[in-house]
């Protein structure tokens, strides 16, 4: 079977890239034959919050990556389906995420031969920042597929509230080229942490609906405090960073708290969390987060808020916290993970959990959907 997936991929840099890679290679380890198409161009750069959209680094071994995008020019939009076509796949996976891409990847769609089945990976149906004409743009694109995939039972739910086509929920597969976890004293060495402090972590790109002015509020808890626990907030800021280092300067959390406002090659991501005690995602909103899937495959207990799809895959007491958003809430699980030694348990758990993620699944699942 002759796959391609449509959205970013090297040199676009991200968490996105990061899976459609991992989607690109499961395809291809199942005896498929997998492609991506990718950006030129993704964003235009006044409207890019961040440093640079582009990776740093050699491109991804095995990998073949058409790099045709452009996401503002309706002419190449047309040319990309062409090439496409070209291609004569059987089936295309695009990935909708934001609003913003669905003109482009509807009239890409809408130029596909007609033989070519059309899936979609729906990581947000609704944004989580949202804007004016953002239903009328994804329907545009959304109403163009013969199928649709998702990694959150929430969002399956939205999907079937609007849309009659078939709706897969698939459980969201864990990255297979993070690397290994590493010795906890290797992994403070090469980020220059001390060993001795217990670690929290909020690791990614820091956006309002992501939570991190709850976690700092609850990290002031004075019970943490006398437990000596140290957050690290790791990842480059797409919201000004002087509204959250005002909450430390406020709270006297300088001592406490260790900013490091800038993205993370794939290449250290197992540093971060191989020293990590506990994994935090506080967040306002969410549908689902690759962060847990991060999170299990270097065996992390982990702390969510319950919204949106979170709790789906954090089985409370078992792998971490579920709680509500809440810094009292918050602050009481961090508690209870440090002083009552939870790491332990919750990472054996983590082990056992973390077999449902495979790709082969995914793999299983898209396969059986295009039979039908």
């Known amino acids: ?29 199942e005896g498929h034959e997998a492609s991506i198409v990718t950006y030129k161009m993704q964003y235009p750069s006044f409207l890019f919050p961040g440093k640079t959209q582009i990776a740093d680094g050699p491109p991804p071994e095995g990998l073949d990556i058409h790099v045709w995008m452009n996401s503002v020019n309706p002419m190449n939009w047309v ?15 695009f990935r909708q995420w ?25 990581d947000n149906l609704y944004p ?22 998702t990694f959150s039972k929430t969002v399956k739910k939205q999907l079937e509230e609007v849309y009659t086509k078939e709706v897969v929920f698939t459980p969201h597969p864990m990255d297979d080229n993070l690397g290994e976890v590493v010795p906890r004293d290797e992994a403070c060495n090469y980020l220059k942490l001390d060993p001795e402090k217990k670690y929290l972590l909020f690791f990614g790109l820091v956006r309002k609906y992501k939570g991190l002015d709850l976690l700092l509020k609850s990290v002031a808890h004075p019970d943490i405090r006398k ?12 919201d000004d960073p002087e509204e959250y280092l005002q ?4 709270n006297g959390l300088e001592d406490m708290v260790t900013v490091i406002n800038e993205f993370v090659p794939v290449e250290d991501i197992k540093y971060y969390f191989s020293l990590a005690d506990l994994v935090t995602q506080t967040y306002h909103t ?3 987060s690759g962060i847990t899937q991060i999170a299990y495959n270097f065996n992390c207990p982990m702390l969510v808020t319950n919204v949106g799809g979170l709790s789906e895959y954090v089985p409370a007491g078992k792998v971490g916290y579920v709680v509500e958003k809440d810094t009292g809430e918050i602050s009481g699980a961090i508690v209870d993970f440090f002083k009552n030694n939870r790491k332990e348990t919750f990472m054996a758990n983590v082990k056992e959990e973390k077999k449902k993620y495979s790709w082969d699944i995914f793999v299983k699942r898209v396969m059986e959907m295009y039979e039908r």
Do not use: W
């Open 1 to 29: 079977m002759r796959v391609v997936i449509v959205g970013p991929g090297y040199p676009i840099r991200g968490g996105l890239s990061v899976i459609n890679e991992a989607m690109c290679r499961a395809f291809n380890k």
């Open 79 to 93: 040319s990309v389906a062409k090439k496409i076509n070209k291609l004569a796949p059987d089936i295309i996976i």
């Open 98 to 122: 934001i609003p913003f891409m669905a003109p482009s990847f509807g009239t890409i769609s809408r130029f596909l031969h007609k033989r070519i089945k059309v899936f979609t990976v729906v």
């Open 128 to 149: 989580h920042e949202k804007r004016p004409f953002d239903r009328l743009l994804t329907n545009y694109f959304l109403k163009t597929c013969d199928g649709f995939l």
């Open 227 to 238: 437990l000596g626990i140290h957050l690290l907030v790791v990842g480059e800021f797409y």
């Open 247 to 250: 909450i430390i300067r406020e």
């Open 286 to 288: 969410a549908t689902q």
